[in-house]
């Protein structure tokens, strides 16, 4: 092929691309997918009505590309404590996928998975088990707080609900070593009494793969710019009871130039409220399941 017959090809490739361009522009765009963007404030950031930020302010940005096949993506990042997180380096990314299907005014459902991040949270060479005898550990784990979930979703009108199970070893980091070590042991180790801690041990190390969650979520628009937000949510949690909880937040979103403010009251009712007492460095203990009033600033892209 000569240099002229290869320009004259090029040339009607080119052609060819502007015409088709040109024609496609002449034609309404139909966007395939979604993408909703909002970075929030909030006076105390809580999982499940239990605070990641120790009863304190928190910020998260999330987003969510939604696909028209029914392709799901989501992304959060969010602020935790070392209080709630030890070691952490204060950020948790929350990242899922999945599948949708269905009437989005009739009934729809999702499956997916998630991952939840706690980079640089961990604690290391904590005790399995206690010999009373002599006081020493029978045995020493690391623990970090990532956390797998399989996900069912089903909704129908203003109502939503989401089931969750944990695939991961351990649920945020519940295990025998943390569990007991930090809700029981340091009454031990003032000198307190011991039987809760021996009670919490004698059962042998064990992990939470198997806890099993239900979140439950309604909206209801009162105008264009106010809505009532609710939400109930339950958490059973594999071979430690005592860490059950029913979870709630109700509230209120009004939408004023440009912005979410949001106001809501949330907090959880565990099956034993000891396990959200937590210390910080100075000794001081706080609750964190505590019912709070939490306000909020958001902003949507």
């Known amino acids: 092929m000569n240099t002229r017959i290869a320009h004259a090809i090029g040339l009607a490739i080119l052609a060819g691309a502007i015409h088709s361009a040109q024609a496609q522009s002449d034609e309404p765009a139909v966007q395939s997918y979604s993408l909703d963007i909002e970075a929030k404030v909030l006076t105390d950031r809580k999982n499940r009505g239990v605070s990641d930020t120790y009863n304190r302010p928190g910020a998260e940005l999330t987003m969510e590309a939604v696909h028209e096949s029914g392709l799901v993506g989501y992304l959060q990042l969010g602020t935790v404590r070392k209080e709630i997180f030890p070691e952490t380096n204060g950020l948790q990314v929350t990242g899922a996928v999945g599948y949708r299907w269905g009437k989005p005014d009739g009934w729809h459902f999702g499956v997916g998975a998630a991952q939840e991040w706690f980079p640089g949270a961990k604690v290391n060479n904590a005790p399995t088990g206690i010999d009373w005898s002599t006081g020493e550990p029978t045995g020493l784990t690391d623990t970090k707080f990532d956390t797998t979930y399989a996900i069912f979703e089903f909704a129908y009108g203003v109502v939503e609900a989401r089931y969750l199970y944990v695939t991961s070893k351990d ?21 307190g009494d011991p039987s809760k801690a021996i009670a919490c041990y004698e059962g042998g190390f064990e992990h939470s793969r198997g806890s099993q969650l239900l979140d439950v979520g309604v909206e209801h628009k009162l105008t264009g710019q106010t ?16 860490g059950d909880l029913v979870d709630y937040k109700f509230g209120v979103v009004h939408t004023r130039w440009g912005l979410d403010f949001g106001a809501e009251i949330a907090g959880a009712a565990l099956r034993n409220r000891e396990l959200a007492v937590v210390l910080d460095s100075a000794g001081r203990s706080k609750k964190v399941d505590r019912a709070a009033l939490i306000l909020s600033l958001a902003k949507r892209f």
């Open 171 to 191: 649920l945020r980091g519940n295990n025998t070593a943390i569990i007991c070590g930090s809700t029981y042991m340091p009454a031990v180790l003032a000198g």
């Open 227 to 242: 809505k009532l937000i609710g939400h109930l949510g339950f958490q059973k949690m594999r071979h430690f009871r005592d």
